[in-house]
């Protein structure tokens, strides 16, 4: 299957699932409140929604993170 055919399905996954994308994650819509954040790499290349995990953490470089997605490790920061 093509990237096209690919980027089409995930659309569609996304629509089913009700789910969009903002500030480098997904979010659910739940009753007309924000449900998540879910990890993106874990949706992108395996299709699955994965709850990231707050955490307060900063990297050598003195990058923060406020979560963690605890099955591919991805760390994100959302304002
Ligand atoms: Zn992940």
Redesign the pocket.
Known sequence: MGKIEDLKKKEELMLDLDIKFENDAYYKDYCGEKDGPY?S??FDFNDKL?RMHEICENDAKNNIYNYI?P????KILIE
């Not at 099955?71 to 991805?74: G, L, N, Q, V």
Request: glycine share 0%; hydrophobic share 10%.
């Open positions: 990890c790499c874990c994965v997605c099955k591919c490790k991805t």
